[in-house]
């Protein structure tokens, strides 16, 4: 069966600040599905970045007296050093600021030139500089005689400038169309719904280019401006593939992208706006964008202007990446916003790792060390409660593929660590412990199963808990070309006779 090419990016981060939790969380995801496809047997390219130009990098900059490329090039080591400990499985790593995105956003603006969708004109309006987003007058909301965004509660300034527009009113119908067109445009269907009824609401023209200031690629033939740093920005997910070669092999393998994963809080810009630029300059768009919640803190969300951050480089060296990558991806729910805190990624590292998956693979693990000498040979004979774990398992097993093609995280890991569970249970009323002195066949086909549900539930976390798996995996012996998901279609993972290597603790239970 000839399997997709996948394209999936994650957001790219302004190297503003230090990064948190917000930006861990919508990396992880994104490297999830990217490391499942993979397993998947499809090709993948995972691409992050750093999002370096506009007002916000500049000011930045000056406060801490640094020309803005300077600033950037420090801190975008920041973030890069971010996706070693996140343990991202990134193909590529791209920064606005370097000569292939320059390339490819001058080639985007003068096709939207050429179309005729860009003119000149005045931006009289309010502008965020920490969102880098306009908002009409209705969207602001006056605090003690301060203004804020009421979408997103930062603060406004009142912009007037000469500026390039976007005829982006005149993609209204042609927007609205495409949504109908592809329905999972954008996932969750609530934010979907969201959009809809932003753009049916009316839609005005997009200023795209700034005058009061320089720091951004600057306008092809008119070097006064500076083009709009969210043009610019989206247009990373195609300097990556090396456009405008169209004829280039990733551009040809990978684009349209299958899918940008994205916070709420920049949907528009990626299900409006970058939709728009792209069928303007004849571009086909991507096929997806899912959109997650916030991570909370209490009720707010989490963010440095609130100071209540839990860092998650602090909680990495704390606890563990596989830990902390189970936490987010099981306990925040893909589609909402989801509080964390220190007390349920205590309880949950618990619950889940330590207790269930940890203690299914170090309990058959050191029992086939203790009375197998690290052997186990698979017999014929297959109890009724053999027969029921199988079943149990494959009717969990059945939708994972789907799930994880929707995007619907947490239904996925519930079904998997469900079958530890199952697992743990199975040992437990089959005790093979009891079977040694008298049924060495039976005691073997139990451990042969445990083995095999094991190496089963190894493979299907691996996208969450790379490192730990992997370790059974490799203890488990499984060869190269089995540690993927093909056992979904009915092929075996382990041997017959099969020969473990020893398998250290995995997650330690905190106290
Ligand atoms: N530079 C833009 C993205 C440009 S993509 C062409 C940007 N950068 S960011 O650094 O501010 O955010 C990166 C990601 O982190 C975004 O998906 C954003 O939604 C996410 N988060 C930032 N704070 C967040 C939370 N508190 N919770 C969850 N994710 C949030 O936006």
Redesign the pocket.
Known sequence: MKKDNFFITT????PSGQP????A??SILADVFARFYRNDNCKVFFLTGT?EHGLKIQRAAEKKSLAPIDYCNKLSEVFKDLTKKLNLSNDDFIRTTEKRHYIAVNDLWNRLVKSGDIYLSKYKGWYSVSDEAYYDSGEILDKKGKKFSSFSGSPVEWVEEDSFFFKLSSWQKKLLEFYKKNEKFILPISRRNEVINFVESGLKDLSVSRTSFTWGIKVPENDSHVIYVWLD??T?YLSALNFPNTDDELYKKYWPASLHV??K??LRFHAIYWPAFLLAANIEPPKRVFS?G??LSGDE???KSKGNILNPLEIVDTYGIDELRYYLMKEVSHGSDGNISLESLKRCINSDLANNYGNLCQRIFSFIKNNCQNKVIKTKNISDADKKLIEQTKVLTRDLRKEMNNQNLNNYIKSVINISFLTNKYINDEEPWKLRKVNIEKMNNILHIALDQIAKISILLNPIIPIASTKVMDALNISAESKNLSFLDNQSIITDEIIIKELKVLFKKIT
């Open positions: 957001p790219i981060y302004y948190h939790m917000g930006h969380y919508s999002d920005a989206l990373n994205i916070g809080d920049i997650h916030w991570i969300k989490m963010s």
